[in-house]
């Protein structure tokens, strides 16, 4: 993230202040630091948790494709961190339609997830198994970024299995082709893109 896509967030009215509400989907295990303070400023937003796994004890269990059970036009935000990647390409435009429809005209969504721009570049070196940079997880190599988390997987994980990818010119597309304008598009140079969207009012 950096200044000038931190600027472009819709700005809100002392009314909107006490209401808004950011529904985090794929939001895994409950955690204070996933969740952007950037984005999200504390005292300012209430996090409703959504996430395919009932282990994480989420607010709402659903997919990312069918989240019927949260109403049309009802949160000001939605926050997504490496979900996108895990859907087989045909499921992205349902995603987005859903994100589309449960955010209020004026609101917006805020996605972060691996630049693959910027892995084929480490892939072309011969790196694919070389650490690109160390989380909390442990290293990780741009085949991971590829594939998802091999230790994750080997674990049972299967929801850390990657089906898509992403560079910033078609993760704008795919935004624009939802119904969202304007498209915000980041690569942060650390191997992640940041995106966000605006629904019109």
């Not at 984005?39 to 959504?50: D, I, M, N, T």
């Not at 939605?78 to 045909?90: Q, R």
């Not at 955010?103 to 972060?112: H, I, K």
Request: proline letters at 7%.
């Amino acid at each position: 993230m950096n200044d000038a896509m931190l600027a472009e967030r819709p700005a809100a009215t002392e009314e909107q202040v006490a209401l808004r509400t950011v529904l985090h989907v794929g939001c895994g295990a409950p955690s204070p630091d996933k969740i952007p303070v950037a984005f999200f400023a504390p005292g300012e937003w209430q996090e409703l948790r959504l996430d395919i796994d009932p282990n994480v004890a989420p607010d709402i269990q659903a997919s990312i494709t069918d989240m019927h059970m949260v109403a049309d036009a009802s949160v000001d935000a939605v926050w997504s961190a490496h979900n996108l990647e895990h859907l087989l390409p045909h499921e992205v435009p349902v995603a987005l339609a859903e994100f589309f429809r449960v955010v209020r005209p004026g609101g917006f969504v805020a996605v972060t997830l691996p630049d693959l721009q910027q892995v084929a570049a480490l892939i072309a070196e011969d790196k694919l198994e070389d650490a690109a940079y160390v989380s909390m997880m442990g290293p990780i190599t741009p085949l991971d970024m590829l594939y998802g988390l091999r230790s994750a997987l080997a674990a049972g994980n299967l929801f850390m299995a990657h089906r898509m990818g992403y560079t910033a010119t078609t993760l704008e597309a795919y935004f624009t082709r939802a119904g969202f304008t304007p498209v915000r598009v980041i690569r942060d140079g650390h191997f992640a893109l940041w995106a966000t969207a605006v629904k019109p009012a």
